[in-house]
């Protein structure tokens, strides 16, 4: 990056800042990561510690939402820019609506830990420090690199380009519906005590076993896609690349289905619909 109007010839202007031209762009975005991985850090032990008073560790799935909403607005702080402010929007958008469902659905009086949570509770040895590296500092490290688009679009976001603003908005809204929609269609299915045990294979979730992944996957597409116009941007392809990655081989699909092999009626939904992309139904 070369100089601009109102700098010295050879300074480079970044975050907000004049800084002298051994300061590398590659330099600077290290130290504001770091900086990310810390509070990310903070966030997560200080869930841990929550999850452990109240003897329930799925308050990680809560923390998953509210992380990268925490992380973008105080990257505004941070890099001191109004600029951050939209990003910092769409994703809080984003977080709240996720937060508020998996609140509502976990958390409902009467309600029990995530059987999940709850198994691993009754295998593991050293169960505290077990949950507090693979449940909270684990899901910290993920945060971290899902949200590269929030990290490196931060660094510089005066070299933002409209059309890219455009585009990624609109793949994060299309994203957002999708995963709105799906995780309400979902809950008013399991409402209905008769439904318990049962698939639900209407709506979008007869075009998608998971549309509610496919979702959340565009939402980071998106904002992937509004970062590629700073310095640097291509890495913040690492957050939709990873959550792509985690929800249909690790964290997702795998464990959502991974009890329901035996089930006739789930086989017979598995063999005419779509594991992740939305695609019309197979032949019955």
Do not use: C
């Not at 409902?108 to 059987?115: K, L, N, Y």
């Not at 500092?137 to 590269?148: K, N």
């Not at 957002?176 to 929609?181: D, I, Q, R, Y």
């Amino acid at each position: 990056m070369g100089g601009r109007a109102g700098t010295a010839p050879h300074t480079v202007v970044f975050v907000g800042r004049i800084l002298e031209p051994e300061v590398s762009v590659l330099h600077h975005l290290a130290i504001t990561v770091g900086w990310s991985a810390l509070l990310l850090f903070f966030y997560e032990t200080a869930w841990f510690f929550a999850g452990t008073l109240m003897g329930r560790n799925d308050v990680a799935d809560v923390a998953w939402g509210l992380g990268p909403p925490l992380l973008a607005w105080w990257l505004a702080v941070y890099t001191r820019s109004l600029l951050v402010v939209p990003m910092a929007a769409l994703v809080s958008v984003w977080g709240v609506r996720l937060t508020v469902h998996i609140a509502r659905r976990d958390f409902a009086p009467g309600s029990t830990e995530d059987p999940r949570y709850a198994e691993w509770r009754q295998d593991w040895r050293f169960f505290v420090l077990r949950s507090y590296l693979q449940v909270y500092l684990l899901q910290g490290f993920f945060l971290l690199l899902v949200s590269a688009p929030l990290i490196v679009y931060a660094a510089a976001p005066e070299f933002a380009d409209p059309v890219l603003w455009a585009l990624g908005s609109a793949i994060f809204a299309v994203g957002f519906v999708v995963e709105t929609v799906a995780d309400r269609q979902l809950a008013e299915f399991l409402a209905e005590r008769k439904n318990r045990g049962h698939v639900f294979d209407r709506g979008l979730w007869s075009w998608s076993r998971h549309p509610n992944y496919f979702g959340e996957t565009l939402v980071w597409w998106g904002l992937a896609v509004i970062a590629l116009a700073v310095p640097m941007g291509w890495l913040g392809l690492i957050g939709p690349v990873t959550i792509t990655l985690l929800l249909l081989f690790v964290s997702g699909i795998p464990l959502a289905e991974r009890h329901r092999a035996a089930d006739p009626e789930w086989l017979a939904y598995k063999a005419r619909t779509s594991a992740f992309l939305p695609l019309p139904p197979r032949e019955r």
